[in-house]
């Protein structure tokens, strides 16, 4: 026995490191802390819009060991709502941990807020002219004409109570300081409305005139005329005949 006891002391100290290593995760305290998550909506009709603010991230609080919790952030947090089910309407939905993706060794334990509410709207379509948008003066001397687009309509889409409103679009800005001559240009065609989108074109050629210009013409008056007139009756001296 006492040939084999080296050998045997180094068997138990080598189980109680395994059990050491193994046991530290359930000895490590736990404890809770909060994040921000971010709200993703998956699953929108195509048809429908909202139309009022919805939170970009809600407050949980999670629990789990503190090793866990310090390797988890707002980044790889995520609450995902689906929304495949509203109507035009008012809606509400109620957050639950399982809408939460979090590791399994961790635990929701509370969310803010419970509900989010939020109203839905038809989207519809609508074709509007086009607005060029010119920036600044030509330089002394040359004038800017009329701009011209191609096209000069563009099919919008937006919620219903929001595109019966809008008259018109905009292009992106036409820088006009510095023209000196006539210039073609391809610009973005824009809305102002983060709810209204532009279906098509989405670009259109603008061409905006610039010439020099042209000085006044001196009036002719009345005593000039006369004295242009005698000048022409005036007999020519015989030499000039």
């Known amino acids: 026995?006492?040939?084999?006891?080296?050998?045997?002391?180094?068997?138990?100290?080598?189980?109680?490191?395994?059990?050491?290593a193994v046991s530290a995760p359930r000895r490590e305290p736990v404890s809770?802390?909060?994040?921000?998550?971010?709200?993703?909506?998956?699953?929108?009709?195509?048809?429908?819009?909202?139309?009022?603010?919805?939170?970009?991230?809600?407050?949980?609080?999670?629990?789990?060991?503190?090793?866990?919790?310090?390797?988890?952030?707002?980044?790889n947090l995520e609450v995902t709502l689906d929304v495949?089910?509203?109507?035009?309407?008012?809606?509400?939905?109620?957050?639950?941990?399982?809408?939460?993706?979090?590791?399994?060794?961790?635990?929701?334990?509370?969310m803010e807020p419970t509900k989010l509410r939020f109203h839905v709207e038809a989207l519809r379509q609508k074709v509007v002219p086009i607005?060029?948008?010119l920036i600044g003066q030509p330089p002394?001397?040359?004038?800017?004409?009329?701009?011209?687009?191609?096209?000069?309509?563009?099919?919008?889409?937006?919620?219903?109570?929001?595109i019966r409103n809008v008259t018109e679009v905009a292009t992106e800005r036409i820088i006009m300081t510095g023209r000196t001559e006539t210039f073609l240009q391809n610009v973005t065609v824009v809305s102002d409305s983060s709810l209204i989108r532009i279906v098509e074109p989405v670009t259109t050629q603008a061409t905006v005139p610039v010439s020099p210009e042209i000085g006044p013409v001196a009036p002719v008056t009345t005593t000039d005329a006369a004295t242009e007139t005698a000048a022409e009756k005036k007999p020519k001296p015989k030499g000039d005949q």
Do not use: C, Y
């Open 84 to 110: 495949s089910w509203v109507t035009p309407g008012d809606a509400v939905i109620t957050l639950s941990p399982q809408a939460m993706s979090v590791p399994p060794q961790i635990d929701v334990v509370a």
């Open 32 to 75: 809770e802390r909060a994040f921000a998550a971010p709200v993703s909506l998956v699953r929108m009709p195509r048809d429908l819009a909202i139309t009022t603010p919805v939170p970009d991230t809600v407050s949980v609080r999670l629990r789990g060991r503190v090793s866990d919790l310090r390797s988890l952030s707002s980044q």
């Open 140 to 162: 002394p001397g040359f004038n800017a004409g009329d701009p011209t687009l191609i096209p000069d309509h563009a099919l919008i889409s937006g919620p219903a109570s929001q």
């Open 1 to 20: 026995m006492t040939a084999n006891l080296p050998l045997k002391l180094l068997s138990v100290f080598l189980a109680f490191v395994v059990w050491f």
């Open 131 to 133: 607005r060029p948008f």
